[in-house]
């Protein structure tokens, strides 16, 4: 049965629970009542009355005054939104405001974008009835951090910076100081923005309703002539930004507050972090190397070059003799064209990526166990579950916007977190459970959990009974294991992890999260398996807030793992080797396509040092900086006879090259990104590509032609469309349907989306158990004695993979440089002080880092990022790899360490 309120004597339905704004805003426009201190994304607060609203139980009965922002509608009530009366207080309000409000308004960044300016005048302000005061005099302005600024003379005391900072990135920097008349904001313990512990999200300076604190970009004025949604270029979260320009150059970017990935939020990066798109360091132009230096050259001539290389290699060596890496930051077509050209055009299944190299064990492991490699739910899943468990994931760094609403999940009372992790992670220091594991011993720790869940009698017997195999012989072998041994190699005791294990499998909805601590491990496929175990045993599969959600770092790792970036799986994850599938690439690309497995990046590595690999094309992927064992890379690259980068910048692996060709950002091109969730969301085009350059879609479909093969010019909707008719999750996705906010694959041919896997049944029929037994790492065994830290490697929050963007950003000013987490017992063994440079040595070789002394890793394990080529960690990382998929084991590494003489009398001799 409807219910029925009245908005100035009209019946309306309401919905249950929605207040008397929301429910008048639906009705009768967005404006009607106005606010000041609500927003979107924020909860009711209903501090400045603005949005007050008169109510009576009966027509023309006595009515009450009320907040209308956190009121909730009474049935058969009558509300009068703008009697005279409330008119009258609005504007009493805004007056008493105002006195305490500079009123330099034309000289103010957000002149005519003001919302205390729209409000005053919507409530007829014509004159201040009251003497001014002078609080706003005081405040200095800050412009301290390369990003935020606050002139606090302009606060009106809304809170919203103060709920923006607590509500949606959960990190309570701002705070309310003061009483009366001298309340003011302040940042941590009042201090400016950059001694601060404010992670420079901006939230704060987009709910803002004056210019109190704001941005360098002025991101609330109304500069732009155009707004234009896309979609980020950093981590999988895929949050949308709506991108203000004007002329041609970006001025500011903004986070949408309908958009469902993100509502409102974004983080350092993706709001500011993007002035790399026009940085003088740009490549543009085409280059071939000549005598050991680099001469610009036309595309015609670059093309020329290379396609009368590629036909030559290809006609001497074999098509097997070309490879190509493709980039998780290019757009799904743009990856599906990569692949296609490798496995259409040069006849090769020779394709790879970071995607497999990262997540490969994820996709593999989960594919064994459930039939698919995808996240099972999605992130808003979180309203739903009661307990979540993060293991090898740093979430509030490398995916800060479900890492946020991670923390805010964790920091509920009632709400159970399990953090599996090395280090104390900023999630950790809010878990109910963190188990400091030794790196590499994941395997270890999740067969302990899943015994006590066994043992005690914790596991869902109709799920495993009705859809999952293999559980008998399974758990046979799962109870032999050796608990004492075990507690012993984790280095946590198994009564803790006993207790997670029970607070997991008793939680009504339990979520799991992973991250590259899982996959980039030799035993990652192993451990990705188990977690989906754990899921299978207690029946956290198929509903709302339970499933295995793996954390994409780059923001299109599942994109193009689902495009067939990857050597022994094509378009839409089918097998190559199968006869039927190899019929069906080609009759769609209308040649025969190779049905022999391809190189995987570190066998392409393996042949080039062979002599087997003679021409390479790498888009977008710093191999050079970010694989491991730096220096075997670079012989490699070295053995090819011809190297093609196609880059934003002279990166490390471009200054081995023998083409460089300039591709464009993601600002500068068009198609679709796929999220960590699976949702397919639209990249629009914000601006024009930066001259000389060419977006990396047109680069591959000209090589394509040049070669012979015809493929129709680019259009963002064309490529799609070629997509969906060979990826069969893609099938119901089409540019228009996409609409604003994307869809989650599976999509049928209806254009129906799917939110949560496996609800009745899993891809491979049932899921499956497989039991697997800890083994350490060669690396430790065959070096920990002489070597005996280990080194773990990580990502900060400020910087994305190799940095090439986000050093030439702000960013770099906010965090200056890799540091080394050291605990401080073994800091005082080696006579080490924070700050002083450590020389860590492997048997690969050594670096020199500046020293970090925290409590935040244990004795003898030791933690840094590879975001600065200065430094260049991976010479030291080791050529060690999952043993199922060939995913590098960067989270494993022997290493010694001592103080750096020779950096710190280096450093001396400079000053």
Known sequence: MEQIAYINNIPYPYKNGETILNFVKRIEGEKIIPTLCDAPNLEAFGSCRVCSVEVALEKDGKTKTVASCHTPVMANSFIYPNSESIQELRKNIIELVLTDHPMDCLTCEVNGNCELQDVAASVGITEVRYPEGENHLDREKDVSHPYMRS????????????????????????SMAGRGFDAHIIKGNDESFMDSPCVSCGACSQACPTSAISDIFQSKSIQATEKTRTVCTYCGVGCNLDVSTKNGKVLSIQAPYDAEVNQGHTCIKGRYAFKFYDHPDRLRSPMIKRNGEFEEVSWEEAYDYITDKFKYYKEEFGPDSLAGISSSRCTNEENYLMQK???????TNNIDGCARVCHSPTALGMQRTFGTGAATNSIKDLKHTNCIMVIGANPTSGHPVTGAKMKQFAMKQDNIS?????????????ATYHLPVRPGTNVAVLNIMMYYIVSEGLVDESFIQNRTEGFEEFKKELLQINLQELEEIIGVSKEKVREAAIAYATAPNAMSFHGLGVTEHSQGTFTVMQIADLALMTGNIGRKGVGVNPLRGQNNVQGSADMGVQPHQGAGYLDITKPEINKKYNEFYGVQVP????????????AALEGKLKAIWIIGEDVVQTDPNTQKVIKALNNTDLVIVQELFMTETAK????????????????????GERRVQRVNQVVEPIAGTKPDRQIIVDMMNKMGYTQPDYTAEGALKEVSEIVPFFAGITWENLGENGKQWPVAPDGTDTKILHTKEFKRGK???EFND???????????????????????LEHYNCGAMTRRTGNVEVHTTDKLWLNPKDAQEHGISDGDFVCVESPRGKVDIKAWITEGVKPGILSTTFHFPEIMVNNITSDEHCSEAMCPEYKVVSVRIRKSKGKQKMIAESK
């Open 767 to 769: 899921g499956y158990f």
């Open 418 to 430: 399990i953090v599996i992790d090395p280090r104390k992670t900023e999630l950790a220091r809010h």
């Open 595 to 606: 049905s022999h497995i391809g190189y995987k990046i570190p066998e392409m590595f393996d």
């Open 774 to 796: 800890f083994k350490e790492s060669n690396e430790i065994v065959q070096n920990g004695k002489e070597y005996p830290y280990i080194l773990t490697t990580n990502r900060d």
């Open 151 to 174: 002139d606090l003379s302009k606060c009106i005391n809304c809170y919203r910076c103060v709920r923006a900072c607590d509500e949606v990135q959960g990190e309570f920097v701002l």
């Open 656 to 675: 081995q090259a023998d083409v460089i060709l300039p591709g464009a950002s993601f600002l500068e091109k068009s198609g679709t990104f796929t999220n």
């Open 341 to 347: 050209f490798y496995r259409a055009v040069i006849q």
